[in-house]
């Protein structure tokens, strides 16, 4: 039976076998943990159960950015693909995967996929690049192989494209980037498509988020619901260092985690646990890693964990939709705001083209917030008070707001050697 359906005793139970093997593991092939273990006197043999994690300190990205080759612990013959994840200046991180590595991979994408209702036989295009060293398109690919599930790697971008797709190979499952499903239905109206007469009755979002913290529909997920009310929609939270997703089920519960692959903590600002369904930082511990594994690793995300069981009847927790990011936090005006709030006004504004949220630090060392808009058309009242009022109504505070046209919008978003959009842009020194 699979574990995420058993007791949360046999859970916990099982995942600390898996932990006390990983450390045992680390201890005795990373540099870069064998040094912290000696520096705080840390023998991993009495770390037994998943309360003992607190006794190790954390890492950040910090860490892997400085010491990036001290995570290695195999020899680099042994990496069979390397991929990389931002650091902290900026500049890419290597991470490597052994062949392991990656059948964990695709075993980690099979039972997200399964967890969203794939069955082989379904037919998914991907609407992901798997070039330019990305984890994430490589893993999704390798996932629906592994469970026998057919796959047209169309890659992202190009409406016309992926609709040439739709129309010829008929894949019942299509998996992208949520915003980028309105720019599909908008391209499908302007060239006679009917889109709710295709194929497809499934979407897989990555990257942003489709629900809110009560686990509704947010106002982009609520656009995509309106103008595609045939299709099911599934949210997702994944990234690199955790090398692991967590997709809802039918029921849109948040994310499930799966066991047997990482064990998840939520901290508050004092690195302490949060009450369960409370925001904190999401901090990961990766089993059954070997090229590059980590222990609590903080990877800078606002979340909740929930710990009831799902209507499914899956008795892991699972996460919230993401809050925000630690350090993309916005005080505004005397307001303490996170990006995906802004993004959420602007989702929901059906004249709002693309965008991109710039914050700053001012002189005085106050946040500032300026949203680029590009309109895919022009309404027939003014744009930028609507927007104002629209920001003020959600938030009790209004950004600064410009108006350029939607391809100037798109270089700063799509800039040339990025592999996803990044509508938000962080210039203060604490940005990510």
């Known amino acids: 039976m699979d574990i995420e359906f058993k007791s949360p005793q046999e859970i916990k139970e099982y995942q600390e076998g898996l932990l006390r093997s990983q450390l045992e593991y680390i201890a005795a092939h ?64 290597n991470f490597c995967c052994t062949d392991r590595d990656l059948e964990r991979l695709a075993y980690n994408e099979q039972k997200s996929f ?3 209702g794939l069955r082989p036989g379904d ?9 330019k060293r990305f984890m ?28 040439d797709s739709i129309r010829e190979l008929r894949p ?44 509704e529909l947010n106002l982009l997920g609520r656009r995509i619901q309106d103008e595609w009310d045939n299709v099911r929609l599934f949210s997702t939270y994944s990234s690199t260092e955790m090398s692991a997703t967590f997709s809802e089920c039918e029921y849109g519960m948040g994310g499930h985690v799966h066991p047997e692959l990482i064990i998840v903590e939520i901290v508050g600002e004092d690195g302490q646990p949060v009450p369960d369904g409370q925001p904190g930082e999401v901090v990961v511990t990766t089993l059954g890693v070997e090229g590059m594994p980590l222990l609590r690793f903080r990877t800078g995300d606002i979340a909740a964990k929930y710990t009831d069981r799902c209507r499914c009847g899956r008795y892991s927790y699972r996460l ?28 929901g504004t059906d004249y709002v083209g693309n965008f991109a949220i710039i914050i700053s630090s001012n002189d005085t060392g106050t946040d500032e917030v300026l949203v680029k808009v590009g309109l895919s058309r022009r309404p027939e009242f003014d744009a930028v008070k609507d927007l104002k009022d629209r920001f003020r109504s959600r938030l009790r505070v209004t950004p600064e707001i410009e108006l350029l046209p939607m391809d100037e919008i798109a270089g700063l978003t799509l800039p040339a050697k990025s592999r996803k959009p990044m509508t938000i842009i962080d210039k203060r020194k604490n940005g990510q």
């Not at 037919?123 to 070039?131: A, H, I, K």
């Open 320 to 347: 919230s939709p993401l809050y925000g990011r630690r350090h993309n936090m916005i005080k505004l005006k005397g307001t303490t705001l996170y990006p995906p709030a802004i993004k959420d006004v602007l989702d």
């Open 114 to 116: 399964e967890c969203a």
């Open 172 to 215: 019942d499952t299509i998996m992208c980037v949520p915003s980028f499903i309105l720019r599909l239905v908008q391209y499908a109206k302007e060239h006679g498509i009917d889109h709710r007469a295709s194929s497809i009755r499934r979407i897989i979002g990555i990257g942003e988020a489709l629900r809110d913290h009560n686990l």
């Open 136 to 163: 994430a398109g490589l893993a999704y690919f390798m996932g629906v192989r592994k469970m026998g599930v057919g796959v047209i790697r169309v890659g992202n971008g190009i409406p016309e494209l992926q609709w």
């Open 30 to 93: 990373s540099p870069f943990y064998g040094r912290m273990f000696a520096a705080h006197g840390i023998d991993v043999r009495k770390i037994r159960h998943l309360e003992d994690l607190s006794l190790i300190p954390f890492t950040d990205k910090n860490d892997l950015s400085t010491y990036n080759r001290d995570f290695l612990c195999c020899p680099v013959e042994k990496v069979a693909d390397f991929v990389t994840t931002s650091g902290t200046t900026g500049r890419p991180v």
């Open 123 to 131: 037919r998914l295009q991907l609407m992901v690049t798997m070039d």
